[in-house]
C-alpha cells in the first residue's frame, strides 16, 4: 500500500474490492444450497418420529419467539453498524458491533438451552429420524452463528487496532452481509420448523 | 468503492426492521389461531416468509447495490432455482409412489 | 391381445435392427437381455432397439462425415480442397443439426413415457395373478408366497403364463432383484414396499441376481427362477405343503444372519413376518403417502396427525 | 483402545505389506534427497507457499498423474481377479476396497486436479490476467486437495480401505454396515478435498467475469474459458450438496442419528437422491472443461475459426444448467414412480441435444480446414468416435424401462468409462499436450507420444467393448467373481487385455515425458502451435506475472487477429512504457491450514476427539491469523520486469 499507485493499477486495486464482494455473494449462494439440502432432509423426515414425540409437543412458542427476534434485532443492528461506518464514526461502529454480537450471544445461549432441555426430556440427535434432521438443520445454522460471532469479535479488535480504513470497512461489510444472510436463513427455520410444526 | 457509497440510510434500516417484525408476528398469530385449514395456512406462512426474505434482501442487504453487470443477483437467481428443485424435487421423489395403481 | 400395440408398430424396426443384433450376439441363448422369456422382458427390449435404431441414425452417419472430412481435409502439401479459414457460422446448417436430435428424442421421449407407465400395469389382464414377497437378506434371498403360505430361499417356482408380482424389500442392505430373462430390475429397500411385475411365457429356468453392492458376499447372490406349468406349479406347492418344515421365528433369525445359505423350501412362515420386516425399517411412513398417491410438491401431506 | 490399536495398521495382505515396504522406501528417498542437497528451503519458498497460479497448476498436475496410476494400479488388479472364472488372486474383502477406491480416486482425486491443473495453467493466460481473483485462496484449495487425497490414501496401509462403493449407498456405509474406520476415511478425504473444489469454483468464476485483460467482452472469450465458466456454475451449484451429504453420513455415523440409517425412521433413499443431485452434475463438471479443450484444440489444428461460437457457448450454458435436474436416472429402479422416471428420463434424453450440436461443430470448423495431426489433436479426433457412442449408450440408458435391464450392469460399466474416458480423460490428456509447451517450454516427443496413443485408444476398445455384450449377458458391477456357467469368460479375458494395453500406454507417457525432458523440442517462440489466444503471445514457460504489459482485445481469437494485424489490432504494446508490477505475495497459511484440516480429519476418523478438536482449532486460529494480515502484496519494479523480458527473448 505504502508504493504510490500509478493509474492501471489503481484501476486494478478498485476492482479488488468488488471482487471480494461478489465471491462472497457466490459464496452465500452456495451456502444457501447446504442449506436447502437440510431443509430438503427435514422436509422429507419430519413425521418419522419412530412413535417419540412430535414437534408440536417439543417446540416452546415462547422460546422460539424469542430466538427469533433476538436474531432479527442483532441483523438491525450490524446494520446499524455499517451505517455508522460510513459515517465514519469508530465509535458508535464498535458500540453497534458490541450490541450485535451480544445479541448474536444470547441467541446461541437460548439455543443451547432449548437443546439441552430437548435432550434432557429424551429428544436427542439419536433418537429418531425427525430429531436427527431437526438437530442438523437448526444446529448447522447456530454453528454458523457462533462462527459468525467470532469472526466479528476478529474484526473489531482490528477496527480496534487500524481504525475505520478500506481493508476494515471491506472487512465490516462482508460479516455484516453474512449476518443479514443468518437471518434471512432463520426466516426460513422459523416458519419451516417452528411454525409448521407446532401447527 | 467511493463511488457508490450509497448502502441504504438509517430510514431503510428501520422499515426494513418494522417489515420484519410485522411478518414475524403475523404468521406466528395466524399458526396460534388456528385461522386457517392447515392447507392454506401452510401456504400463507411459507409466502409470508418469502416476503420477508424479499424485504431483508433489499433492506438489509442493498441487492440493487453495485456495479452493473449484476452478477450477484444472476447468482441468486438461480441460486433460488437450485434451492426449490432441490426442496420441491427431493419431496416429490421422496414421496414414496410406488409402482401401485 | 397378448401382444400389445407397441410390439406390431416397431415390428419393423425391429427387423432392421436384427441384423446389428445378429452380429453381437447371434442370438446366443446366453445375452439373456436378447432372449426375453416374458411380456415385461419383450417391451423393455422392444424399447432398447428402437433407442439403439435411432442412436445408431445419428452416429453412423457421423462417424463417416468425420473419417471424410480428416482424409479430405488433412494438411497435406497439394492439397486441392478447399480452405475457407473464416467460415465459422451457418443458419442452416445450426438448425439442422438442433432440429434432427430433437426430433430424435422426440421419438424416443413418448415411446419412453408409454413403457414406463405401461410396466406399472399387469403384463396380461384377463389372468389372476399371483403374489410373491421377495426380501434380500446378507446374503441371500428369501421368497414368500402370501397365496400358497409357503417359502422358499434363493429360489422361486412361478407357474408359467401369469402375471407375477413382486413385493420387494431388504431386511439388511438394499439390494436390487434383476431377472433378465423375465424383465428388468427394481430395488430391494429398507422399509419400502416396492411392486414389480414379471411373467413367463413359457416354462423354464431363469436366471436371477441381485444387481446392488450389498458387501461381501454379495457376488454370491444368484437365484433361479423356475416356471412350470400352472398344475405343476400347484402339484410344487401342495408337496411343499406337505413335506417342508415351517419357517419360525428362530429360524428366520438365523437366516437373517450375514453369511450365505443353500436353497431352503418351508411350508409355513410367521404370518406377519414381510409387513413386520417392513415397518421395523421404517416402512410405517411410507403408507399413508401410498395410499394418497402424493402427488402434492407441497409438504401438506406430510401433516402430523 | 486396545481393540482399535490392533486394527490400526493394515495386515494380513501380502500386496499391502509390499506397499507398505515402498512407500516407506519412497518417503526415505525424498527426505534424503531434500536434505542431501539443501532443498527444504528451495520446497518451502517455490512450492509449499507459492500463491502462483502455474505452479499451483503443476502442483494440481503432478499429484493426479500420481493419482491416475493408483486408480490405474486399482483397476488392473480388478481386471486381474476378473479375468477368469472363479479366481483366488483377491478376496471378496480386497476386492471391494479396490472397486471402491478406484472410482473414488478416478474422480474426486485424479479428474478434478486435472482439470484443476489446466484450470489454473491456462485460464488467467488465456484472459489476460497477472492472476486468479483470490490466489491465496488458491493455494488454500489446492492444500486441501492434497491432504484430502492424502488422508484417502492413507486408509490403504491404516485402518482399512472404504469398501462399501465410490458414492457408499448406506444402509451398507452407515455404522451397522461398515464398523471400521474406512468408511470415514472415504468421508473425511473427500470432505476436505471437497471444500477446496467449492473455493476453486468461485474463484475462478469470479476471476472469468471480473479479471478479463481490457476489451474482452463475454462473447469474445475463448472457448476454453467459457466451458471453465459453464463448469465453475455446475461446481457451486453441485459442491455444496456433496458437503451436507457426507457431513450428515458422518453425523448418522458420530452421533448415532437416524438420517440414513435403515432404522429409526431414517430413510437411505434420500442419501442416494442427495448424493447423485452432486454426482450427475459432477460429471458434467469435469466434462465440460474437456468440451472446451476439444474446442480449443480443433480450431488451433484445423487453422479455422470455431465454427458455430455461439451454438457452442449456449449448448455448453443449457448442459450446465439441465445437468442440475437429470439426477434421478441414477436411481430409475428405486420406484420413485411413472411420473417421476418419464420427468428425468426426458430431461436426461434432451441433455444429449446440446452434446450432440457440439459434436457437429467440431466436424463443421475441421470441414474446410488445413488439419494437421499433431498429438493433440489426435487425441481429439479418437475422443469424437469414442464419446459419440459412449453418449449414444447414454441416450439408450435414458430410457427408464430399458435402464431396468442396464442397471448396475456392465453395459453401465461400458458407458460410463467410454464417457469419462473418452471425453474426458482424453480431453485432459489433449490438453497437456496442448499446454505443455506453455507449461514447461518444450514439446512432449512425437514418436513415443504415438505409441502411447495408439496402446491407450486400442486397449480402450478391447477393454470396454466387450463390457458392453457381458451386460446383456447379465454381469452386474461389483461381483468379485463368477463361474464358469454363464458364458461371461472369453469376454471377461479380452477385457482384463484391453486393461493391460492401456496400462502400457500410461508407461509409454511416462516414458514420453522423461525423454522428452532431456530430448524435448524446446519452444523458443512461445507461440508452437501458431496459437489462436492470448496464452501464446507470451513466453513458454511464462514469466510469474505473465503479461508485461496487459493485453488489450478487440476480437475473438485475439491473438490470432494480433499476429495477422486484423480488426485494428496490432502487436501487442511495442511501445508502451513498463509500470510496477502488483502481485500477491507468497504464504504458508494454506499450507499449514490444510494440514491443520489433515489432522482434524485424521482425529475424527478414528474418532480421537481430542485430536479431531486440536486441529480444528489449528484451522480457526489460521483464519484469524490471515485476517490479521495486512501486508499481502508487493510490486515487481520496472528493472526487474526488463531484466525478466529481455532474458526472455522478448524486447524491452
Known amino acids: 500500500m505504502a508504493q504510490p499507485a500509478i493509474s492501471m493499477d489503481a484501476h486494478q486495486e478498485h476492482h479488488h474490492d468488488t471482487f471480494k464482494l461478489l465471491g462472497f455473494w457466490i459464496f452465500l449462494v452456495t451456502d444457501c444450497i447446504i442449506f436447502a439440502c437440510l431443509f430438503a432432509v427435514y422436509a422429507v423426515l419430519r413425521t418419522h418420529t419412530d412413535g417419540d414425540l412430535t414437534g408440536r409437543e417439543l417446540f416452546e412458542v415462547k422460546g422460539f419467539t424469542a430466538e427469533t427476534l433476538i436474531l432479527l434485532a442483532s441483523s438491525f443492528t450490524s446494520g446499524l453498524a455499517s451505517l455508522a461506518m460510513q459515517k465514519g464514526s469508530k465509535k458508535h461502529l464498535l458500540g453497534w458491533l458490541t450490541v450485535t454480537v451480544l445479541l448474536g450471544l444470547s441467541f446461541v445461549g437460548l439455543e443451547i438451552t432449548e437443546f439441552a432441555k430437548m435432550a434432557s426430556e429424551g429428544a436427542a440427535i439419536s433418537t429418531n429420524a425427525f430429531l436427527s434432521s431437526f438437530f442438523t438443520l437448526v444446529g448447522t445454522h447456530g454453528l454458523h452463528v457462533s462462527f459468525g460471532l467470532i469472526w466479528m469479535t476478529g474484526v473489531m479488535v482490528q477496527i480496534g487496532r487500524y481504525g475505520i480504513d478500506a481493508h476494515t470497512k471491506e472487512k465490516v461489510t462482508i460479516v455484516g452481509l453474512y449476518w443479514h444472510f443468518l437471518d434471512v436463513v432463520w426466516i426460513f427455520i422459523f416458519t419451516v420448523v417452528y411454525l409448521l410444526g407446532v401447527m | 468503492m467511493h463511488s457508490h457509497e450509497n448502502h441504504g440510510s438509517a430510514k431503510t434500516y428501520i422499515l426494513g426492521f418494522l417489515f420484519s417484525l410485522i411478518l414475524t408476528a403475523l404468521p406466528l398469530w395466524l399458526v396460534i389461531q388456528h385461522v386457517m385449514n392447515k392447507a392454506l395456512l401452510t401456504v400463507a406462512i411459507l409466502l409470508i416468509a418469502v416476503l420477508q426474505l424479499i424485504i431483508q434482501f433489499f433492506f438489509f442487504m442493498h441487492i440493487g447495490e453495485g456495479e452493473k453487470p449484476r452478477y450477484h443477483v444472476m447468482a441468486l437467481i438461480l441460486g433460488a432455482v437450485m434451492v426449490f428443485t432441490i426442496v420441491a424435487g427431493s419431496i416429490w421423489i421422496m414421496t414414496f409412489n410406488s409402482q401401485v395403481h | ?305 | 483402545m486396545g481393540e482399535k490399536a490392533k486394527g490400526f495398521f493394515v495386515t494380513g495382505d501380502p500386496l499391502i505389506y509390499g506397499a507398505d515396504v515402498s512407500i516407506i522406501i519412497t518417503l526415505l528417498g525424498i527426505l534424503v534427497f531434500l536434505t542431501y542437497f539443501k532443498k527444504w528451503g528451495w520446497l518451502w519458498r517455490e512450492w509449499l507457499t507459492t500463491v502462483d497460479h502455474k505452479k499451483i497448476g503443476i502442483m494440481y498436475l503432478v499429484s493426479s498423474l500420481l493419482m491416475l496410476f493408483r486408480g490405474g494400479v486399482d483397476a488392473l488388479l480388478m481386471r486381474m481377479q476378473l479375468a477368469m472364472p472363479n479366481t483366488h488372486f483377491l478376496q471378496s474383502q480386497h476386492y471391494n476396497e479396490i472397486f471402491t477406491t478406484h472410482g473414488t480416486i478416478m474422480i474426486l482425486f485424479m479428474a478434478m486436479p486435472f482439470m484443476f491443473a489446466l484450470f489454473n495453467i491456462v485460464i488467467p493466460l488465456q484472459i489476460g490476467a497477472r492472476d486468479v481473483a483470490y490466489p491465496f485462496l488458491n493455494a488454500m484449495s489446492f492444500w486441501l486437495f492434497f491432504f484430502g487425497a492424502l488422508l484417502f490414501n492413507l486408509s490403504f496401509v491404516i485402518g482399512g480401505s472404504p469398501d462399501a462403493g465410490w458414492l457408499s449407498y448406506p444402509p451398507l456405509s452407515e455404522l451397522a454396515g461398515s464398523p471400521g474406520p474406512g468408511q470415514n476415511f472415504y468421508i473425511w478425504g473427500i470432505q476436505i478435498s471437497g471444500i477446496g473444489s467449492l473455493a476453486t469454483g468461485i474463484n475462478f468464476l469470479v476471476t472469468i467475469l471480473k479479471m478479463r485483460a481490457p476489451g474482452m467482452k463475454l462473447m469474445q472469450m475463448p472457448l476454453f474459458t467459457w466451458s471453465v465458466l459453464s463448469s465453475c456454475i455446475t461446481i457451486i451449484f453441485a459442491f455444496p450438496v456433496l458437503t451436507v451429504t457426507l457431513a450428515l453420513l458422518f453425523v448418522d455415523r458420530f452421533f448415532g442419528a437416524h438420517i440414513f440409517t435403515a432404522t429409526g425412521g431414517g430413510n437411505p433413499m434420500m442419501y442416494v437422491n442427495l448424493i447423485w443431485m452432486w454426482g450427475h452434475p459432477e460429471v458434467y463438471i469435469v466434462v465440460l472443461p474437456a468440451f472446451g479443450i476439444y474446442s480449443e484444440i480443433v480450431s488451433t489444428f484445423s487453422k479455422k475459426k470455431i465454427f458455430g461460437y455461439k451454438s457452442m457457448v449456449f449448448s455448453m450454458m443449457i448442459i450446465s444448467v439441465l445437468g442440475y435436474f437429470t439426477w434421478v436416472h441414477h436411481f430409475f429402479t428405486m420406484g420413485a414412480g411413472a411420473d417421476v422416471n418419464t420427468f428425468f428420463a426426458i430431461t436426461t434424453m434432451a441433455i444429449g441435444i446440446p452434446t450432440g450440436v457440439k459434436i457437429f461443430n467440431w466436424l463443421f470448423t475441421m470441414f474446410r480446414g488445413r488439419i494437421s495431426m499433431t498429438q493433440p489433436m489426435l487425441w481429439t479426433l479418437a475422443f469424437i468416435p469414442c464419446f459419440l457412442v459412449g453418449g449414444a449408450t447414454g441416450v439408450m440408458l435414458a430410457a427408464a424401462p430399458a435402464d431396468y435391464q442396464y442397471h448396475n450392469s456392465y453395459f453401465l460399466i461400458a458407458h460410463f468409462h467410454q464417457t469419462l474416458i473418452g471425453g474426458v480423460v482424453f480431453g485432459y490428456l489433449a490438453g497437456l499436450y496442448y499446454w505443455w509447451p506453455k507449461m514447461f517450454g518444450f514439446k512432449l516427443n512425437d514418436r513415443i507420444g504415438k505409441w502411447a496413443f495408439w496402446t491407450w485408444n486400442i486397449g480402450f476398445y478391447v477393454c470396454f467393448m466387450p463390457q458392453y455384450a457381458l451386460g446383456f449377458m447379465g454381469m452386474t458391477r461389483r461381483v468379485y467373481t463368477y463361474g464358469w456357467d454363464m458364458g461371461w469368460a472369453p469376454y471377461n479375458m479380452v477385457s482384463t487385455a484391453g486393461a493391460f494395453l492401456m496400462g502400457i500406454g500410461f508407461v509409454f507417457q511416462v516414458w514420453q515425458i522423461l525423454y522428452s525432458i532431456k530430448h524435448g523440442e524446446r519452444d523458443l517462440t512461445g507461440d508452437p502451435w501458431n496459437g489462436r489466444t492470448l496464452e501464446w503471445s507470451i513466453p513458454s514457460p511464462a514469466p510469474h506475472y505473465n503479461f508485461a504489459h496487459l493485453p488489450e482485445v478487440k476480437s475473438d481469437d485475439a491473438w490470432w487477429d494480433m499476429k495477422n494485424h486484423r480488426y485494428g489490432a496490432a502487436v501487442p504494446n511495442k511501445m508502451k512504457e513498463y509500470a510496477p508490477i502488483h502481485m500477491p505475495k507468497n504464504s504458508g497459511i494454506p499450507f499449514l491450514m490444510s494440514a491443520c484440516w489433515f489432522v482434524a480429519g485424521f482425529g475424527l476418523t478414528f474418532e480421537w476427539i481430542g485430536v479431531g478438536i486440536a486441529g480444528l482449532a489449528g484451522v480457526g486460529i489460521c483464519l484469524l491469523a490471515r485476517s490479521f494480515q495486512r501486508n499481502t502484496d508487493y510490486y515487481i519494479p520496472v528493472d526487474e520486469i526488463k531484466a525478466t523480458e529481455s532474458s526472455l527473448g522478448r524486447v524491452v
Not at chain 3, 240 to 268: D, F, H, I, M, W
Request: aromatic fraction near 12%; hydrophobic fraction near 40%; charge should be positive.
Open chain 3, 1 to 305: 391381445m397378448i401382444k400389445p400395440l407397441l410390439t406390431v408398430r416397431l415390428w419393423k424396426v425391429a427387423i432392421l435392427a436384427a441384423g446389428l443384433l445378429l452380429l453381437l450376439s447371434g442370438c446366443d441363448r446366453r445375452y439373456l437381455i436378447f432372449n426375453p422369456s416374458g411380456p415385461v422382458a419383450e417391451k423393455e427390449l422392444h424399447l432398447i432397439i428402437l433407442s439403439a435404431v435411432l442412436c445408431a441414425v445419428v452416429v453412423i452417419p457421423v462417424l463417416g462425415l468425420l473419417i471424410y472430412i480428416v482424409y479430405r481435409y488433412r494438411d497435406k502439401p497439394g492439397n486441392k480442397a478447399p480452405y475457407t479459414p473464416d467460415w465459422n457460422d451457418s443458419k442452416i446448417l445450426e438448425i439442422v443439426w438442433w432440429g434432427v436430435p430433437i426430433i430424435i428424442i422426440g421419438i424416443l421421449g413418448v415411446y419412453t413415457a408409454k413403457t414406463t407407465y405401461s410396466l406399472v400395469k399387469p403384463p396380461v389382464e384377463d389372468v389372476k395373478p399371483i403374489t410373491i414377497q421377495v426380501t434380500s437378506l446378507d446374503w441371500k434371498w428369501l421368497f414368500q408366497y402370501p397365496g400358497q403360505k409357503i417359502a422358499t430361499v434363493n429360489y422361486a417356482e412361478i407357474p408359467a403364463g401369469v402375471p407375477v408380482q413382486f413385493h420387494l424389500t431388504s431386511d439388511q442392505m438394499m439390494n436390487s432383484f434383476w431377472v433378465p430373462e423375465l424383465g428388468g430390475q427394481e430395488y430391494t429397500m429398507p422399509g419400502m414396499a416396492m411392486r414389480l411385475w414379471l411373467q413367463a411365457d413359457q416354462p423354464g429356468t431363469y436366471y436371477g441376481s441381485g444387481a446392488n453392492f450389498t458387501g461381501k458376499g454379495f457376488a454370491h447372490m444368484k437365484f433361479k427362477v423356475v416356471a412350470k406349468p400352472q398344475a405343476e406349479f400347484n402339484q410344487w406347492a401342495k408337496q411343499v405343503k406337505k413335506t417342508a418344515p415351517a419357517l419360525t421365528e428362530a429360524k428366520y433369525e438365523k437366516l437373517a444372519e450375514k453369511g450365505l445359505a443353500g436353497k431352503q423350501t418351508y411350508s409355513s412362515y410367521p404370518e406377519k413376518l414381510f409387513t413386520e420386516t417392513i415397518d421395523r425399517n421404517g416402512g410405517k411412513y411410507m403408507k399413508p403417502e401410498m395410499k394418497h398417491g402424493g402427488h402434492d410438491m407441497s409438504m401438506m401431506d406430510h401433516d402430523n396427525e
